[in-house]
């Protein structure tokens, strides 16, 4: 079964300390992964495309990168403005644009 | 642009009651996506429209679920009649359609079923 898993479910940080959100997935012959940022109260707010292992997006303060069989959102000296829950989704072969969500990581930077 | 526009933003109701959930979606794009989201279940794909038809309803999880799309800026979501376990924050997207997931979503209705 084509799944998505992200990990940690929650991470708080300290502004300025940087790390990184994983996405895995075990969906055969991807055809491209997203990353969604969402607010409290808002609805996601599309971040990355990536389609092929090695490929790599970059925005302000986040990285996202692709292998094989995960994902990384990277993020750099977070600054308080970028708490929020971070969500990846994954699109299959034949999905008729049906996309497989991960559950997502919600992040805290903390000043 | 004024993005994608959902209305209401909240709803209570009481079970048994008829729910409409209203959406605008950005002009030009052909495709629209109603979802659903839970702490339990996440975000669930309801349905979806190509060019103002249904392409995709399996997501709809029973007959008292329906959606419209009457011309190419305006869709509806309708229950009837309305149970508890519907209570979720139901969100509208749109899309060109260039990119499968490259959605531009609204910022949803917040359903409560009493």
């Known amino acids: 079964e084509d799944q998505v898993t992200q990990s940690p479910e929650a991470l708080r940080l300290q502004e300025g300390e940087s790390s990184s959100l994983n996405c895995s997935y075990t969906?055969?012959?991807?055809?491209?992964l997203f990353w969604y940022r969402q607010d409290p109260g808002k609805g996601p707010e599309f971040l990355f495309t990536?389609?092929?292992?090695?490929e790599e997006k970059e925005k302000e303060r986040l990285k996202a990168t692709l292998t094989k069989k995960e994902s990384f959102l990277h993020i750099t000296a977070p600054k308080p403005e970028d708490s929020a829950t971070y969500l990846c989704?994954?699109?299959?072969?034949?999905?008729?644009?049906?996309?497989?969500w991960g559950a997502g990581t919600k992040l805290i930077i903390k000043p | 642009d004024a993005g994608v526009i959902q209305s209401p933003r909240h709803e209570v109701t009481e079970m048994g009651q008829e729910v409409t959930l209203r959406c605008k979606p950005i002009?030009?794009?052909?495709?629209l996506f109603w979802y659903r989201q839970t702490m339990m279940r996440g975000l669930e794909l309801l349905i979806y429209?190509?060019?103002?038809?249904?392409?995709?309803d399996s997501g709809m999880p029973e007959d008292r679920f329906s959606a419209k799309m009457p011309n190419a800026s305006f869709s509806t979501l309708k229950i009837q009649p309305s149970e508890p376990r519907d209570s979720a924050v139901y969100f509208c997207?749109?899309?060109?359609?260039?990119?499968?997931?490259?959605?531009?979503f609204g910022e949803g209705s917040r359903l409560t079923v009493l």
């Open positions: 002009s030009g794009h052909d495709y």
């Open positions: 997207a749109s899309s060109s359609g260039l990119a499968a997931g490259e959605l531009f």
């Open positions: 429209f190509n060019n103002n038809v249904p392409i995709d």
């Open positions: 969906v055969s012959g991807l055809r491209g």
């Open positions: 989704a994954v699109e299959a072969p034949d999905s008729n644009y049906q996309l497989i």
């Open positions: 990536l389609y092929s292992a090695g």
